[in-house]
């Protein structure tokens, strides 16, 4: 894949598995929690949602989407977390879409007997956050270089 995030930020996605996503509809917000998982050859995030829900009816009606994953397991001296840009993919490409159910059953088996559509999100912007007592990085990655 052209313009590869930096690894720490590939590596930070792939440990985590809950991502808050934030859409948007005219002036009304919304956001919710779901489980994730991150494609890494794509470049993708990939979650489970039912076409009913409040977020997914917004995120149809305007497909541009933020949202944030932190560490799973809080460490209040060590704060570590991604903010990310992306689109909602509405009708993604159907090798694409295999790919990403599996990799999303791969690591959820559970889910398979769960309600819902699996989703893709194409991700535009990224940014690591980490905070350590006082010390703060970032890396970032955009898809626009």
Known sequence: ?????EKKIATFLLN???LTLAVSENSSLYCCMC?????????????????STKHIQMALEQTKVAGAIR????????????????????????NL????????Y?????????????WVIKLD???????????MSHKEWSAAV
């Open 1 to 5: 894949m052209q313009n590869s995030p």
């Open 16 to 18: 985590q598995t809950v």
């Open 35 to 51: 489980y994730y998982v991150y494609h890494p050859e794509e470049n993708i995030l990939v979650f489970k949602s039912k076409e």
């Open 71 to 94: 560490q799973d397991v809080l460490d209040k001296t060590h704060i570590q977390g991604v903010q990310f840009n992306g689109e909602v993919l509405i009708e993604p490409e159907e």
């Open 97 to 104: 879409h295999k790919r990403a159910k599996k990799a999303y």
């Open 106 to 118: 791969d690591k959820y088996p559970f889910a398979k007997v769960i309600a819902g559509t699996v």
């Open 125 to 135: 912007y990224m940014k690591l956050t980490e905070n350590r007592i006082g010390i």
